[in-house]
């Protein structure tokens, strides 16, 4: 019969001296402290592999180990070694799910997917995307492995911004998160997609319009814009005017630069690459849009064009020249006008669309294309193309008249 060991004790381990050659005082059931002839000291277990052979495995240096937690780490391979288990592989495949852990975080799967998208992204979508990162994300997910993100982890998030009324951009990161978890699943860090079965956790918003005046309300409207004329900046009054007349997009306007217009042209086009719907990242539309300008609206870019044609913009930032101005400044000048919550910018469009179908009798898709938008029907947007050049033509002058005759 072999020899039991008798336990060590913790003097005993901490006393034991160095020899000239390895010193080991055994623990029994495989575990010895060995004592290099420098001093130092380890814990090794000593066991049999399943075909027999026998290896020894290191528990760490005392003190920093110490006969306890060296005892414990012995208990832990042998119930290992029941199970059927080899302590050292059982020790690497810990540390590699440990530097799995580390390496795979949200914030690093999240970056390497981001960097991937940045070539198929405009520079301004790819910035804006990594933005609301950064700001709602990585704050509080960012750390956590990624494939250790739980629904209620993401269902903080998104509470967290629909609680300061952003519920698109609460939608806006849930997609881009999902597509995140199927990045981490087709590269290896994740094995799950946790957005994918989260159907109802975001907060029913009903859409709402853009505030905008009806027909009946244009002239009092436009009252009030006369006798408020007096106490605004000169491009705000024009940029106003301007609005009312060609009703494109307040950005559209705004980001105008004066290459675009034609000293005393009557027409004016806008590149596709500057319309809402050419800027989309998928499928954009690449089709310029022709804005007919009427008498009135020639006039005001004339004006216009004596305070600001020696710049890029026809509507420069007051602080950078070479930057278009805010698109709040027109909002801002229609609160003053007392109209807060009833009208804005983009709310010409509607009032257009309204006061021209109902007040000039023109038909509803002349108006539409003016407007530049498109059949969301592909089939039918494929075979209707007429653009109604001549009818639009007529129909802006037509409005700018009627404007003037309120």
């Known amino acids: ?99 799995k852990t580390s390496e795979y975080t949200f914030r690093k799967i999240a970056t390497e997917w981001h960097e991937l998208k940045l070539k198929g992204w405009s520079p301004a979508y790819a910035q804006n995307v990594l933005h609301r990162l950064e700001l709602d994300i990585f704050p509080n997910l960012g750390r956590f492995p990624v494939d250790e993100v739980t629904h209620r982890d993401l269902i903080d998030v998104f509470r967290k911004i629909e609680s300061r009324g952003a519920h698109e951009i609460a939608k806006r990161n849930k997609a881009v998160c999902a597509q995140i978890f199927s990045y981490a699943i087709q590269t290896g860090a994740a094995t799950r997609n946790p957005i994918a079965d ?26 009030s814009l006369r006798n408020n004329e007096a106490c605004m900046q ?112 983009h709310g010409f469009r509607a009032l257009a669309m309204s006061t021209i179908k109902e007040k000039l009798g023109y038909r509803h898709e002349v108006v539409d294309r003016q407007l530049a938008h498109v059949q969301k029907d592909k089939i039918a947007r494929a075979y209707d193309r007429a653009e109604f050049i001549d009818e639009r033509k007529v129909m802006m002058q037509d409005w700018a008249d009627y404007i003037d005759s309120l």
């Open 1 to 99: 019969m072999p020899k039991l060991a008798k336990p060590l004790s913790d003097i005993q381990v901490k006393r034991a001296k160095p020899g000239a050659k390895l010193v080991k005082l055994f623990d029994g059931h495989g575990l010895y402290l060995e004592i290099q002839p420098s001093g130092a000291k380890f814990w090794r277990f000593r066991y049999n592999q399943a075909n027999g052979k026998e290896t020894t495995i290191t528990f760490g240096p005392y003190p920093e180990v110490s006969l306890a937690d060296a005892r414990d780490k012995r208990t832990e391979a042998r119930r290992q070694l029941l199970d059927g288990k080899d302590p050292i592989q059982e020790r690497e495949l810990t540390k590699r799910a440990n530097l």
């Open 198 to 223: 989260m159907k109802d956790v975001l907060q029913v918003v009903s859409p709402s319009n853009f505030p905008a005046i009806s027909s009946d309300e244009l002239p009092r409207f436009l009252e």
């Open 234 to 345: 000169p491009l705000t009054r024009i940029g106003l005017k301007l609005l009312m007349l060609v009703f494109v997009r307040t950005s559209e306007l705004i980001e105008t630069p004066w290459s675009e217009i034609q000293e005393g042209c009557p027409d004016w086009t806008i590149p596709w690459c500057r319309m809402k719907l050419g800027k989309r990242r998928l499928n954009p539309i690449k089709k310029d849009h022709f804005v007919p300008l009427s008498r009135q609206a020639v006039t005001l870019l004339a004006e216009l064009r004596a305070l600001t044609g020696g710049g890029s913009y026809l509507f420069p930032n007051i602080r950078d020249r070479n930057r278009p101005m805010s698109n709040n400044a027109f909002l801002k000048a229609i609160e003053r006008m007392g109209y807060k919550g009833d009208m804005s910018g």
